[in-house]
């Protein structure tokens, strides 16, 4: 996530840091380096002149010149600043005083829309809600298709109607429905173009005046840049919106649109999505993107992560096994398991403070067909075998990978992967540990 914007940032500000004192050329120097990053990085051109000249006022000036820390303070500064490009605070779903609470996604084909309705609705039900999806796609079937599928994954339904129904009938429609069945959010799926046209304006225009949708919400895809900023002042101009879900920001290696969607259309980005599974849909948190971009991590969403994924009584048995260095294979499968809960583990190696930008290991990359391959041949082992690998030889693991049906190649990339998150679990064996980084960026 904003790998190369990140590493260009870093690489500006440590030369900053290694300066005992700055001059005023010092930080023209490097300002006039983080311009061209964010130019690079396609964030408006607006955008980063204000920034630019947002960050030079301030750290042209006593309070950091005369500081003990006058490169520190200067990131600070830049901190500060991002944060309140990307919005400041977050800006959290408005809910209907008398349910149901109506949300309204729109954006072009390819965006990631419909996969992102059903992403909403996973998110709203981690909220207590009870999500009612309507698909009004009639021009794209396979839309249809998709978003049963997720429903019945997400065992939350999806109301459909012939696709020679008007839109708009289905939506009045599907909204009766879900009313009657005591659903509290609908989320209303609508058409998307492969660009903008009239003829798609006028229909989200009915649905909007006939609907009263609570909020409407602009699907962007990340990874288009200035294009998604353009598209966003587009949909504002013709039918207006009330926020922005970003999507494939896990993809994103350049950051612009993430940069310059709230200062160029004064919409906030609500939610963003991290990931393909649907559980990676996430509340957008100025603050945290900045700590992440500077290669500060983000603390506070790995700790939330791993407060929903973490068993707290088995993280306890493990923190003391830890200490103890009784660390072992059913052990590693466990914390596989729930490390996997917690999303692709180099974004969850990019929350830790030093670590932001460096790839996470790809032998350490676990998917769900490897995870079942490795509980396989952990399975296979004795129980003596599983408490300490170091006694598992050639012959043994001969007989271990004809008992799991893999080769003995396989078993040996397991015994290495277990060694190295053995090495790995050290950064999280007390999530006390963890906390106490809520305050180390800026103090």
Do not use: W
Not at 45 to 67: Q, T
Not at 112 to 128: E, I, N, Q, R, V
Not at 272 to 278: I, P, T
């Amino acid at each position: 996530m904003f790998e190369n914007l990140s590493t260009r940032l870093q690489t500006i500000f440590a030369k900053l840091r290694s300066r005992g004192r700055l001059s005023e050329r010092d930080v023209d120097d490097a300002l006039r380096e983080v311009r061209l990053a964010l130019l690079e990085a396609d964030v408006n051109f607006k955008v980063v002149k204000n920034f630019v000249l947002a960050v030079r006022e301030r750290a042209v000036g006593s309070e950091v010149f005369e500081s003990l820390t006058p490169g520190q303070q200067v990131v600070k500064i830049v901190y500060e600043e991002l944060t309140k490009l990307m919005g400041l605070t977050p800006s959290k779903l408005v809910f209907a005083p008398k349910p149901p609470t109506s949300f309204m996604l729109v954006g072009l084909q390819g965006s990631g829309k419909t996969s992102a309705t059903a992403k909403l609705a996973y998110y709203l039900k981690s909220l207590g809600k009870r999500p009612f999806m309507i698909t009004t796609d009639i021009y794209r079937p396979a839309a249809v298709a998709q978003l049963k599928t997720l429903g019945e994954e997400l065992k939350t339904p999806v109301f459909f109607m012939d696709l020679r129904t008007p839109p708009l009938e289905i939506a009045k429609h599907g909204i009766k429905e879900a009313i009657l069945n005591g659903y509290d959010v609908v989320i209303l799926d609508t058409a998307g173009r492969l660009h903008i046209d009239e003829t798609m304006m006028e229909e989200l225009r009915k649905l909007r005046e006939e609907i009263h949708p609570h909020q409407i919400l602009l699907v962007v895809d990340a990874m288009t840049g200035q294009d998604a900023v353009n598209l966003a002042l587009a949909f504002k101009e013709k039918i207006d919106f009330d926020g922005v879900i970003l999507t494939k920001l896990d993809g994103d290696a350049r950051g612009g649109a993430a940069l310059s969607i709230k200062t160029v259309t004064n919409k906030p980005i609500k939610l963003v999505s991290v990931g393909e599974r649907l559980n990676c849909l996430e509340l957008f948190h100025p603050d945290r993107m900045a700590s992440r971009i500077l290669g500060m991590g983000d603390i506070l969403t790995l700790i939330e992560k791993a407060e929903a994924a973490v068993d707290a009584r088995k993280a306890q048995v493990l923190e003391e096994k830890l200490r103890k260095g009784q660390f072992t294979l059913e052990d590693f499968l466990n914390q596989m398991q729930q490390l996997k809960k917690m999303g692709p583990l180099n974004q969850i190696l990019g929350m830790l403070p030093g670590i932001s930008g460096l790839p996470a290991p790809k032998n350490l990359q676990i998917s769900d067909d490897e995870l079942t391959r490795l509980q396989a041949i952990i399975q296979s082992m004795t129980p003596e075998e599983r408490r300490n690998p170091n006694i598992i030889d050639g012959s043994r693991r001969l007989r271990v990978a004809r008992g799991s049906g893999n080769t003995t190649q396989e078993v040996n990339r397991l015994l290495r992967r277990f060694h190295q998150i053995k090495k790995l679990m050290k950064q999280f064996d007390s999530f006390q540990g963890i906390r106490l980084g809520r305050k180390i960026f800026l103090s």
